[in-house]
């Protein structure tokens, strides 16, 4: 049996135990040697006792069905032992159990073996009734479990939406334990008997302890509180759920404390059919989808169609004869739910009253926001959103150069002064970290010195970054705001929509952080702490800042955004993104600023499917986010492990770690790696409450530089061409493997399974190579291991794009379209006459954006003096690899007449 220390997860762990119990109970019914069997029978009952200790947080099997196998084995009833585990597996793995009763003796009538859900038609398994799982917590002997579970299962009633089973748990550790290791609850039930402690000692379950806050920090909590506590914890870990409070104390009692997730108290009744319908509307109220909803009846009614949109109702498919394969292809329902905005019926995107409204209502509880809006044309729109709505002419935004281009774009647009933060470099990857805080707040001290703090506007950042280096939100939010306290901040989550559904990630997102910060700033212990800060910090220098966690004053405000691609990470179609809101002044300075951003950039023919798969796909996040995103985590960490532990796929390949990078300095936690096989898995958590930068687990960067092949060629040729395997981003020697909330288990084997026939390859071609092959060989490996050239910084802004010279900032805008003009702009060649005008020490300034792939940001913008550095790593690369540069012209640069003139113009200084 593999020891618990090599799971990741629990939920791995109960699988496999009971894959394991079923081969061994089979084993069994065969018999054998007398010492054979002794061993078999040590072997089931070891897991048996492992499962004993993880089945009761589960209503399937439950316990009962448990200690009647136990007793099976006892008697030595072989042959119905191993026939209730393989029943009992079987459901666990078609999922079976969730649609109808499992009966587990073998006189019951023969259960359908093929009722996998994967088997069943959308249509069918669209008709079955949603399951779910209560937990009950409270401390009861057999009888009052069975009375209880008796009496909540006689409130079924033929009409309900929800089917659900409930478990009963006795303490308040249990409790926490079991929401977070059994992803089927949807509401808890907490009546007055609730212990503290769990009786069990299971370590991979009481390590979920830690990531809930801590045991230590149950110690304090007065036994009259348990109840109050417990709703508040859930509350923390998984905000979706419902509680329901059952107690013996007064409403006054009950009245002051924080019941986080408690929709309901139950003073002292035992009222199940009130309690039975508060949980199916509990549920009802994240299921419902206003807007995919309106969508499906419109497209059952009839109409006449008067409007431009041939396509609607399908008509113009059904009377073609050219193009029924597209109607066949698609189905007609897509086509009876298009129509157009203007024609009412449905809502509208741009003006949203009725469903969309209510849909975007309920994605900003889903995510923790105070307005959500959603797009319908990606994430690059989104920001273009955000950044015209709150950027003025001339205000300073502070922004990764390394962000997606969308950003520089939308700086362009707005007019912003734009002073550019550099990302730390990982050279040996060629690609970019993220920007450290200290750079950020070295920034801001810069341009407080310089007496232009107050038109310092907004901190625009990426998090997570393509590689999945994840930011400290809170921290950077509080450190900016003691410096600037109503400076705004653009948080760039394209990549991490997905983040708020599991309870470490969650603290990490903009939303989150900015809810945390909120509640804080109106405490007094807050008050208190700042006041002690500040009495320290009255005289000290900037050096003293830098090195100080600083403390906001309880005056900043909380200003905060968020654009998601709900596309890439979570369900929804192609495009579809939402903006997230959490600024205490939106309503009084921004509301009408955005209306009309919103209104420049979207469409007035917004795709209504897309719609309808936002509004899906956060229902899907409110009733399963948790478990699926806790799936993805667990597939990324089997393909960690899996990888790091091959002695053949070490050979070629590196799973590149937290140590790989994100350098020292920003890893106080100390932890470099999620897995090694020395110490087995690092506790995450503390890396995620404490470091400045940590790596998200689900993106797996693989160093393939090993095999000779850079990261194209191995993606293009080898992954996709021969293996049918897609990935979308490469550096010059790794490649990155992203997982999904649909990755599973299998698809983490099958990649195992390739990586592990090309080492194979490889070793043999290398077995069978001539001294010179091997040679050449070798080179290559070095030439993409070591000979990589230093990625560079940003250079500076022309001062003809500056305001003065104090502070970095330059005006994109005006550099932009500048090299509108033709005879503004000139070709220098990177090997010929712009290394020539370099050396003869002239100001060369590029007129366009040049984005060398990899890394696939700009290292040139309009505007910027070309360094040394620059042209050095641009001619270390194959100049096909750069987007802007045109190797039958060479580079756009501007005119040193059209620099001279535009400088006269003062347009530079045009914001002041
Ligand atoms: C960091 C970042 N922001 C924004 C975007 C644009 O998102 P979308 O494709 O939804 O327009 C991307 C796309 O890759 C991205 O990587």
Redesign the pocket.
């Known amino acids: 049996m593999e020891s618990v220390n090599d799971y990741y997860s629990a939920i791995q762990l109960r699988s496999d135990r009971w894959s394991a119990l079923r081969e061994a109970t089979e084993a069994l019914t065969l018999g054998g040697s007398e010492r054979q069997m002794l061993k078999l029978r040590e072997r089931v009952q070891a897991l048996l006792d492992s499962l004993s200790v993880i089945e009761p947080y589960w209503a399937f099997p439950g316990m009962a069905a448990f200690e009647h196998m136990r007793r099976q084995f006892e008697h030595g009833s072989y042959d119905d032992l191993s026939y209730t585990t393989h029943r009992i597996l079987r459901a666990l793995t078609t999922g079976a159990y969730r649609r109808r009763h499992i009966p587990l003796d073998r006189d019951s009538l023969e259960p359908d073996e093929n009722d996998d859900e994967a088997m069943l038609s959308p249509e069918a398994r669209a008709l079955t009734k949603p399951y779910f799982e209560v937990m009950i917590v409270d401390q009861v002997n057999e009888q009052q479990e069975r009375w209880l579970k008796h009496n909540m299962e006689r409130m079924r009633r033929p009409e309900d939406p929800f089917l659900y089973e409930s478990v009963v748990v006795s303490s308040l550790e249990d409790a926490l334990m079991g929401v977070l290791f059994n992803h089927n609850i949807q509401a808890i039930v907490v009546r007055p008997g609730l212990t503290l402690r769990s009786k069990f000692n299971m370590p991979l379950l009481k390590r979920y302890l830690a990531g809930a806050g801590g045991q230590d920090d149950l110690k304090g909590i007065d036994p009259h509180n348990y109840g109050p506590e417990l709703c508040r914890l859930v509350a923390e870990v998984r905000p979706e759920l419902d509680a329901y409070l059952v107690t013996d104390r007064s409403v006054e009692d009950i009245a002051g404390l924080d019941l986080g997730i408690c929709r309901r108290v139950f003073y002292n009744q035992e009222d199940f059919m009130e309690l039975h319908l508060n949980i199916l509307r509990g549920v009802q109220s994240r299921y419902k989808t206003p807007f995919f909803t309106a969508l499906t009846e419109y497209s059952k009614q009839p109409t006449g169609v008067f409007h431009a949109m041939p396509i609607s109702r399908g008509k113009s498919i059904t009377r073609s004869h050219w193009i029924q394969d597209m109607g066949a292809f698609y189905g007609p329902n897509i086509f009876l739910a298009e129509t157009s905005a203007t024609s009412g019926g449905l809502d509208s995107l741009l003006e949203p009253h009725g469903p969309i409204k209510q849909a975007q209502e309920l994605a900003a509880r889903a995510f923790g926001s105070k307005q959500t809006f959603f797009?319908t044309?990606?994430?690059?729109?989104?920001?273009k959103i955000v950044v015209q709505a709150l950027i003025r002419p001339g205000d300073i935004v502070l922004v990764d150069r390394d962000?997606?281009?969308?950003?520089h774009y939308g700086m362009v647009l707005a007019g912003a002064q734009v002073s550019y933060l550099d990302s730390y470099p990982l050279d040996e990857f060629s690609m970019y970290g993220a920007v450290p805080i200290k750079e950020i707040k070295h920034r801001l001290l810069e341009l407080k010195a310089a007496g232009k703090l107050d038109r310092v506007r907004m901190l625009l950042l990426?998090n997570c970054?393509?590689d999945g280096i994840v930011y400290n939100v809170e921290r950077i939010m509080e450190e900016c705001l003691a410096i600037k306290p109503d400076l705004i901040f653009l948080w760039?989550?394209?990549?991490f929509a997905f983040a708020r559904f599991n309870p470490t990630y969650r603290h990490r997102t903009a939303m989150n952080a900015a809810n945390t910060l909120r509640v804080r700033l109106r405490s007094d212990e807050h008050a208190a702490a700042y006041e002690r800060q500040q009495a320290e910090l009255k005289d000290a220098d900037d050096e003293t800042l830098l090195n100080t966690r600083l403390i906001p004053p309880p005056t900043a405000r909380v200003r905060t955004y968020a654009?998601q691609?709900t596309?890439?990470t979570l369900t929804a179609l192609?495009?579809?993104?939402m903006i997230h809101v959490n600024d205490q002044d939106f309503k009084g300075e921004v509301e009408q600023s955005f209306h009309e951003a919103y209104m420049t950039h979207t469409s007035t023919s917004p795709n209504y499917q897309i719609i309808a798969s936002l509004d899906v796909g956060r229902r899907q996040v409110e009733l399963e986010g948790f478990e699926f995103v806790q799936r993805q985590v667990e597939a990324a960490m089997a393909m960690r492990r899996a990888i790091g532990t091959h002695p053949l796929l070490q050979k070629y390949f590196k799973v590149l770690t937290a140590g790989d990078m994100i350098p020292s300095e920003y890893r106080e936690s100390g932890v470099s790696a999620y897995y090694s096989t020395d110490q087995g898995w690092t506790e995450i958590w503390d890396a995620w409450e404490r470091d400045e930068f940590v790596l998200d687990a689900t993106r797996v960067t693989l160093a393939v530089g090993g095999t000779g092949w850079d990261g194209d060629t191995f993606k293009t040729d080898i992954l996709m061409d021969r293996y049918g395997i897609q990935i979308n981003k490469t550096s010059r020697n790794t490649v990155l493997f992203m997982t999904n909330i649909g990755t599973t288990r299998s698809s983490v084997a099958y990649l195992i399974e390739v990586l592990v026939e090309i080492a194979k390859e490889l070793d043999d071609l290398i077995d069978d190579a001539s001294r010179m092959e091997k040679l050449s060989f070798e080179r290559r490996v070095k030439g993409l291991m070591e000979d990589l050239p230093p990625l560079p910084d940003f250079s500076r802004f022309h001062d003809a794009f500056r305001a003065d010279n104090g502070t970095p900032e330059g005006d994109i805008r005006s550099a932009f379209f500048l090299a509108y003009g033709e005879e503004n702009c000139d070709y220098l060649e990177l090997n010929g006459s712009l290394k020539a005008a370099m050396e003869r020490g002239e100001e060369i300034v590029s007129a366009s954006f040049i984005i060398p792939y990899p890394p696939g940001f700009p290292i040139l913008v309009p505007g910027q003096v070309i360094s040394n550095e620059i042209l050095d790593f641009m001619r270390a690369l194959d100049v096909n690899e750069i987007h802007g540069y045109r190797p039958d012209l060479g580079l756009r640069v501007f005119t040193q007449e059209a620099l001279d003139k535009h400088a006269g113009t003062g347009l530079s200084h045009a914001a002041e």
């Open positions: 797009a044309n990606g994430t690059s729109t989104c920001n962000c997606h281009k969308s950003h990426t970054t393509f760039d989550e394209a990549w654009t691609s596309h890439k192609r495009q579809g993104s």
